[in-house]
């Protein structure tokens, strides 16, 4: 992105609210999470920052051994780009959303008999008995 490129794009303060309402959730889902969170804690300064789901860290603990765990090499592992606008490309917000959403799905169906939990994403363990725990889908 080149300066010339952005000239014309409102200044942040002018679309802190319209952020806001966005980030208005439960729960958010980003792949590297901590640099995005922490641009958004320094711009909007008391923000308080729902919960977190980095699909670069559930990829450490749900895919141990990969050799790479950057999204563009996820995306080509996983054929998440598969029918996606050809004018959509890598490291672009909507790209990188909505891939990164296709990861999501994928890692919480990482086993092959059952979606996993939300406490499962977490790596916290179920509990609950014997009962067959909610899933997220």
Do not use: I
């Not at 080149?2 to 980030?23: G, I, Q, R, S």
């Not at 969170?37 to 920052?49: E, N, S």
């Not at 729902?50 to 996820?74: H, I, Q, S």
């Not at 499962?120 to 008995?129: A, K, V, Y």
């Amino acid at each position: 992105m080149t300066d010339k490129a952005v000239a014309d794009a409102p200044a942040f303060d002018d679309v802190a609210a319209e952020v806001l309402k966005a980030l208005d959730a439960d729960a958010l889902v980003a792949h590297n999470a901590h640099v995005d969170v922490g641009v958004l804690q320094r711009k909007l300064g008391d923000w308080d920052c729902p919960e977190v789901f980095d699909t670069l860290k559930l990829a450490r603990r749900l895919l141990p051994d990969r050799p790479t765990y950057k999204l563009g090499a996820l995306v080509d592992a996983f054929k998440l780009d598969e029918g996606l606008d050809e004018s959509l490309v890598p490291h672009r917000a909507t790209y990188d959303a909505l891939v990164t959403a296709r990861l999501f799905l994928r890692l919480a169906n990482v086993l092959d008999d059952r979606p996993l939990t939300v406490e499962e994403l977490r790596g916290d363990s179920p509990g609950g008995g014997d009962d067959e725990p909610a899933t997220l889908f």
